[in-house]
């Protein structure tokens, strides 16, 4: 698989950092033990499109949002971390 | 009813058969019959793990394994040569010794093996490699290796003959609830009622429990296995490489079946990545330089259902009469027979046998988990 880094152009998945599901908010420190359970441990886990963070270690070293097809790994979108949830 | 027919759908519907008395018992299989894990992975049986809730299960699994050619009147293959985790430093000598001694205590065999020992098994390892050097291992001799498919055909008969169904090419698409309580499924082959349905669909697992509302603490990952060509009797018994992701054991047709780590990010493609390939090899090269001089004959991939904390879930779920089966990560063939022991019991009884009481559903929210590497919530690092 080759990622588009919007940085540094399309680039062997080896130089990436997975770290799974995008867009998981951080729940208040005083919210409800079930909405730290839902951050920290549920996730949707499709079979399809998954919004996901990549770190571009070996390069730019910068975090990316990546939008990709599990089931065929087609990347739809890849983009900078930076002010996206 | 049970969805998925593996390895453990299987077992489950045998076990609830023979041990229960109950066979009024489905299993619904959207392919056939062993076209998922069961039939993917490198057999490795093994009961070799630190924690308690972990290990006693999977030694009544590997109790179950001694005794299964007689109970199912079929050749599973079972062949207890011994799995060996090799060491490589000091550090790794002190865990090992730990979960040596922490599995001992659970009444299973351990024997903690310096270099010299090793040598005598396996003289052609690289015991002088500079960066890699092996001090020893961790021996379960009890472990060893059976045959997948043949697990899966002798569960399958002896289920079959108690009279369970076995309906294969019938996909689940929808699970029917009223008042939270199950009612039955939707499948490509129409609506089926049942008063209870027990999921064991490994690497698909939160899709299926999706139709039930439910969100679980699982991604599904990619694990690549290998197989090369045959050659005469070479390695007896299994070994895993302390220093990187590589294992390996030789089948009863002669080719060496070895496999690594899971490609590390989110998949339902049921083949892997280059990367991954390239890691296996070098960490085979690493303890086996003559392996560079076989061909490989075969490379596939299976879908492994990681949890967050590595370890599985056999446990009732919100829903009444809805169970799951479920969380295997790259380790669930070892555990066919005890995970469909277990989870016939629950379902059966309506709660946990004590095998499977710390493999809980609400382990995750109330903080108990079994975290045998102690790395967290990170199912890629399990
Ligand atoms: C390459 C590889 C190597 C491995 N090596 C080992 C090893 O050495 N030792 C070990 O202990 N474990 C190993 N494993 C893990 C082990 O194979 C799995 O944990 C175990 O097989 C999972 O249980 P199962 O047999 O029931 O799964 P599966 O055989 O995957 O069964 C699940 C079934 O559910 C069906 N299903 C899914 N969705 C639906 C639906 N909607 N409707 C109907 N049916 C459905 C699937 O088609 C599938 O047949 C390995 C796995 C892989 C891929
Ligand atoms: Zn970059």
Redesign the interface.
């Known amino acids: 698989m080759r990622i588009p880094c919007p940085h540094c152009g399309e680039r062997g998945s080896e130089e990436f950092l997975y770290l799974g599901a995008a867009g998981l908010l951080r729940p208040a420190a005083a919210a409800p033990a079930a909405a730290w359970d839902a951050y920290v441990h549920l996730r949707d886990n499709p079979a399809g499109m998954l919004r996901e963070h990549w770190q571009h270690l070996h390069g730019c070293r910068r975090w990316l949002v990546v939008t990709r097809d599990t089931r065929t790994h087609a990347i739809a979108q890849s983009v900078d971390a930076a002010g996206l949830a | 009813m049970i969805v998925g027919g593996g390895g453990h759908g299987l077992a489950t519907a045998y076990y609830l058969a023979r041990e229960h008395g109950i066979n009024r018992v489905a299993v619904l299989e959207k392919g056939w019959i062993g076209s998922g894990n069961a039939g993917r992975n490198t057999t490795i049986i093994r009961s070799n793990y630190l924690l308690p809730g972990n290990e006693q299960f999977y030694e009544h699994s590997l109790r179950l394994w001694k005794g299964l050619e007689q109970d199912l009147n079929y050749n599973t293959m079972v062949s207890q040569r011994g799995v060996l985790n090799l060491l490589h430093s000091d550090a790794q000598r002190d865990a090992f010794a730990r979960r040596g001694n922490a599995m001992r205590l659970h009444g299973a065999d351990a024997e903690l093996l310096d270099a010299d020992a090793v040598r005598a098994r396996h003289p052609y390892f690289d015991f002088t490699s500079a960066r890699f050097p092996i001090k020893g291992g961790l021996l379960q001799r009890r472990g060893g290796t059976a045959r997948h498919d043949a697990v899966v055909w002798g569960y399958a008969r002896g289920a079959d003959r108690r009279g369970v169904d076995i309906v294969q090419n019938c996909e689940v698409t929808g699970i029917r609830i009223a008042d939270g309580t199950v009612q039955g499924v939707e499948t490509t082959r129409g609506y089926i009622a049942a008063a209870k349905v027990g999921l064991a669909c490994a690497g698909?697992s939160?899709?299926v429990a999706?139709m039930a509302g439910l969100?679980?603490?699982?991604?599904?990952h990619v694990l690549q296995a290998f197989v090369s060509e045959g050659v005469k009797p070479l390695i007896d018994g299994v070994v895993t490489f302390g220093a990187g992701y590589f294992y390996i054991s030789q089948s009863d047709k002669g080719g060496l079946v070895f496999g690594g780590d899971i490609d590390?990010?989110?998949?339902?493609?049921q083949r892997g990545?280059m990367?991954t390939v390239?890691d296996v090899m070098e960490g085979g090269m690493a303890l086996l330089p003559m392996l560079g001089r076989l061909r490989l004959l075969r490379q596939w991939g299976g879908i492994m259902d990681m949890s967050?904390d590595g370890s599985p879930i056999i446990d009732r779920t919100p829903v009444a009469g809805l169970y799951l089966n479920a969380g295997w990560c790259y380790g669930g063939f070892k555990a066919t027979p005890a995970s469909g022991w277990c989870f016939a019991y629950t379902m059966a009884r309506d709660e946990p046998h004590p095998s499977n009481a710390a493999f809980r559903l609400d382990r995750?929210?109330s903080g108990a988990v079994l975290d045998e590497k102690g790395v967290g919530?990170?199912?890629?690092l399990h």
Do not use: Q
């Open positions: 698909n939160s899709r999706a969100r679980l603490p699982i991604e599904s590390g990010y989110n998949s339902y493609a990545s990367p390239d967050m995750f929210a919530a990170t199912p890629n």
